[in-house]
């Protein structure tokens, strides 16, 4: 089985920063795709950032220049630096990952349990 598991979120100020975690175990083969999505009360699922194993990025219009995604592949492990943030910005953040285990190579999205992260003043 494969757990993908967040940390590193919490209550910050508006203009604070944070940095999330989120580390992949278990039998897996190969990881394509990791990154970040999140979800605010009322809102659907919306892509923050995602990495493709050879570092092509994606960034969502509102995160840009203030987010970066970063990788660790060989500890199978994503982080996602968040600076300048806003309220806005306040939602359930979940890790994401396209990834295939059990030594073949169909590949499955997974999804860590999600982190909250609280901007207020």
């Known amino acids: 089985q494969v757990q993908l598991v967040e940390s590193g979120g919490g209550l910050v100020q508006p203009g604070g920063s944070l940095r999330l975690s989120c580390v992949a175990s278990?039998?897996?083969?190969?990881?394509?795709?990791m990154g970040w999505y999140r979800q605010a009360p009322g809102n659907e699922r919306e892509l923050v950032a995602i990495?493709?194993?050879?570092?092509?990025?994606n960034y969502a219009d509102s995160v840009k220049g203030r987010f970066t995604i970063s990788r660790d592949n060989a500890k199978n492990t994503v982080y996602l630096q968040m600076n300048n943030l806003k309220p806005e910005d306040m939602a359930v953040y979940y890790c994401?990952?396209?990834?295939?285990?059990?030594?073949?190579?169909?590949?499955?999205?997974?999804w860590g349990q999600g982190t909250q992260v609280t901007v207020s003043s």
């Open positions: 994401y990952a396209v990834l295939s285990y059990s030594g073949n190579n169909l590949q499955y999205q997974w």
């Open positions: 278990g039998s897996i083969f190969r990881i394509y795709v």
């Open positions: 990495m493709a194993s050879g570092g092509t990025t």
